[in-house]
C-alpha cells in the first residue's frame, strides 16, 4: 500500500464520505469525489483546497469513466438515512445494484483496491446479540425497509462475486449507527433529530418506548476503521462500530443535558421491522486491525452538538 497515490470515493459528498475526502487528503492523497447530490451536499466539502482534489457531479448508476489510474476505491453512494431510503426506494435500490456493478468495473479495469460500505441493517432486526460477521440477518425483504437492507445484501453479494470470480482485491465494511458533524439537521436518524429537536426547543420524537437499543461510532473513529481496512489483506465482511450500548432514553437524556434543553419526550408508534437491538461484535476488527472506537458518547456528543449549534 506504500505507492498508492489515488483514492476514488462514491457518495464523498455526503456524511462519512466528506470526512474520508479529508482524512485521505491529510494522508496525502489524490482524491476524486463522485457525488449526485442527491443526499450529499458540497457544503460538506467546503474548506477542501482543490489541489489534490477533484469532485465528480455524476449518478454511479450511469456509466462511470475516469481517465486517472486508481489506486483505491471507497464506495459510500447510497441513500442511508430511513427518511431518504423511504423516499428514495427505487433510487436506493438502483445505487445498491447498479451503481455497485458499476464501480466494481471501475476497479476491475483500473485494478485497484474497492471497499464496499455495507451496513450493520444487512441484520435486519436481529435474533442474536451481539451480531457477528458470521449472523445471517433477519430481514423482510418486502417491507418497508428492505429497498435499503436488501440493496446492501445485494451490493455484498455483487461484491463478494467480483472478488472470487474477476480477481477483483475487495473489502466489506459493515458500518453500524455512526455519528458526528456534517450529519443533516432533518437527517431522520436520532442523533441529529434529537438536537436539533433539543437546540429548537421542539419536542423530542422516540418510537416505541424508546427502551430499543443502539450503539453510536464517532465518526473520526469510523474512518480511521474504513482506512484501516483497505490497507488490510482482508476479504470477507467486517462490523465496525462502537460496541458500547445505549437505549435511546438514556440517549436522549445526555443530549437534553448537553444542551441545557427543557423539551419534552414524546413517544410515537414503532415504525414497521424497526430493529430493536443493534450492537457490534468487533472482535475481528480488534484482532486483525487493531482497531477499536477512541471517543466515548460524551466527548463524541459534545464535538456534535457544538457543530449543530454553529450550522442550525
Not at 235 to 258: Q, R, S, V, W, Y
Request: hydrophobic share 35%; proline share 5%; charged share 20%.
Amino acid at each position: 500500500m506504500d505507492n498508492i497515490t489515488t483514492a476514488l470515493i462514491t457518495g464523498g459528498a455526503g456524511f462519512i464520505g466528506s470526512h474520508l475526502c479529508k482524512y485521505l487528503l491529510n494522508k496525502n492523497f489524490k482524491v476524486i469525489c463522485i457525488d449526485n447530490l442527491i443526499t450529499g451536499s458540497l457544503k460538506n466539502l467546503e474548506g477542501i483546497k482543490t489541489g489534490d482534489f477533484l469532485f465528480v457531479n455524476h449518478d454511479v448508476t450511469e456509466h462511470i469513466d475516469i481517465k486517472d489510474n486508481i489506486n483505491i476505491i471507497f464506495h459510500l453512494s447510497s441513500p442511508a438515512s430511513p427518511i431518504d431510503y423511504l423516499q428514495l426506494p427505487i433510487q436506493t435500490l438502483k445505487v445498491g445494484a447498479l451503481g455497485t456493478h458499476n464501480i466494481l468495473g471501475v476497479a476491475k479495469s483500473k485494478r485497484a483496491t474497492i471497499l464496499l460500505a455495507s451496513t450493520s441493517e444487512v441484520y435486519g432486526d436481529p435474533l442474536i446479540h451481539p451480531q457477528t460477521e458470521e449472523y445471517w440477518g433477519n430481514v423482510n425483504p418486502i417491507g418497508p425497509r428492505g429497498v435499503y437492507d436488501e440493496a446492501k445484501r445485494f451490493a455484498e453479494a455483487i461484491t463478494m462475486a467480483y472478488h472470487k470470480q474477476q480477481g477483483v482485491d475487495t473489502r466489506i465494511a459493515r458500518i453500524f449507527n455512526t455519528y458526528g458533524p456534517n450529519m443533516r439537521m432533518r437527517d431522520g436518524r436520532v442523533i441529529p433529530n434529537f438536537i436539533t429537536q433539543c437546540l429548537k426547543g421542539e419536542d423530542m420524537t422516540t418510537y416505541g418506548d424508546g427502551r430499543q437499543t443502539r450503539s453510536f461510532c464517532y465518526i473520526d473513529d469510523m474512518v480511521d476503521g474504513l482506512f484501516k481496512l483497505i490497507s488490510a489483506e482482508y476479504h470477507l465482511p467486517m462490523n465496525l462500530g462502537n460496541p458500547n450500548e445505549i437505549t435511546i432514553l438514556e440517549l436522549a437524556g445526555k443530549i437534553k443535558k448537553l444542551t441545557g434543553s427543557n423539551s419534552n419526550i414524546i413517544f410515537n408508534p414503532l415504525p414497521e421491522d424497526d430493529p430493536k437491538v443493534r450492537m457490534p461484535d468487533i472482535s475481528k476488527a480488534k484482532k486483525m486491525l487493531k482497531w477499536e472506537p477512541k471517543v466515548n458518547l460524551e466527548e463524541g456528543l459534545v464535538k456534535t452538538v457544538g457543530w449543530f449549534k454553529d450550522n442550525l
